[in-house]
């Protein structure tokens, strides 16, 4: 079904680009910055927030999405967040489309223009497909498995840092994590790496595949932030991994933290100031 979908020769990529682009006209643009304060409620703390455009949004591309691949369910963050069982989907034998419909939620509340729509498309807990939107700046990602990567419909290179170049990377902040995280994350804080806090999740993997920024390196694992700029980074010719040592899976269990980067060499840089920082290295035995 999907192999049909994404490489038959009526491939329908560009239809859901169309969709996403056109959630984004509906529902999440006329809200930029026009957003009353009944629209923005807070989850489970201040810095976890949901607006009408996040839910209105991701109603849209449920709609849409499964119109255009019948038999195709959504795991979307708004709807786990109402139900948690809905995340079971992205082990099932149903084509899954995984959605995160404001990704970047704080800065559109802000009126930034920082923040971007992902949708990324899975069978049994691999991923096929994935669009990655930025409405305000215009830009849209695209990533096939097997077939690159593009932005805005140029071929994305990741390449490699320069020898000996400060490797710049986006990490969670350390606020928000367990001890043992936070103290992994620390070790990003050392010669030759400058870390930073991140913004939108989506964002921060696209300029890896552009090859704007080195890495980065998360602690939380919910597929809705990651599984669309992961394949994009792989796609572009990068490379990601858990701090085990094995690549992240969309359906969870993952050791955390872990990384994604312009190449393999930066991914076990990274991997190995993870593994500095939260205590001995566990692949030395």
């Not at 976890?48 to 999405?65: G, N």
């Not at 963050?77 to 419909?101: F, K, M, R, T, Y």
Request: with cysteine.
């Amino acid at each position: 079904m999907i192999d049909d979908f994404l490489y038959g020769t009526a491939g329908r990529t560009a239809e859901v680009e169309a969709v996403v682009r056109a959630a984004a006209a509906a529902e999440i643009l006329p809200r930029y910055r026009q957003l009353a304060a009944h629209e923005i409620v807070e989850k489970s703390g201040p810095h976890d927030l949901v607006t009408a455009a996040d839910r209105l949004a991701e109603e849209y591309l449920t709609e849409s999405l499964t119109r255009l691949l019948p038999g195709s369910v959504v795991v979307g963050e708004e709807a786990v967040h109402a139900d948690p069982s809905v995340n079971d989907a992205l082990g099932g034998d149903a084509p899954v489309w995984i959605v995160d419909p404001v990704d970047g939620t704080r800065q559109f509340v802000r009126g930034e223009p920082g923040f971007c729509t992902l949708v990324a498309l899975a069978l049994h807990g691999e991923l096929y497909a994935s669009w990655t939107y930025a409405p305000v700046l215009d830009e849209m990602a695209v990533a096939v498995r097997g077939r690159g990567a593009t932005l805005n419909g140029t071929a994305l290179h990741s390449g490699s840092p320069a020898p000996g170049a400060v490797l710049k990377v986006a990490m969670s902040h350390p606020d928000y994590t367990s001890d043992a995280q936070k103290r992994a994350l620390l070790g990003l804080r050392t010669d030759g790496i400058d870390a930073r806090a991140c913004g939108s999740a989506g964002l921060e993997y696209l300029a890896v595949a552009c090859g704007a920024q080195d890495a980065v390196a998360f602690n939380w694992e919910f597929a809705w932030d990651h599984a669309a700029g992961l394949l994009l980074v792989t796609e572009a010719g990068g490379s990601q991994s858990t701090l085990s040592g094995v690549p992240y899976r969309i359906t969870g269990g993952n050791d955390l933290p872990f990384t994604a980067a312009r190449d393999e060499a930066t991914a076990e840089r990274i991997l190995q100031a993870l593994r500095t920082g939260g205590g001995p290295d566990p692949a030395a035995g």
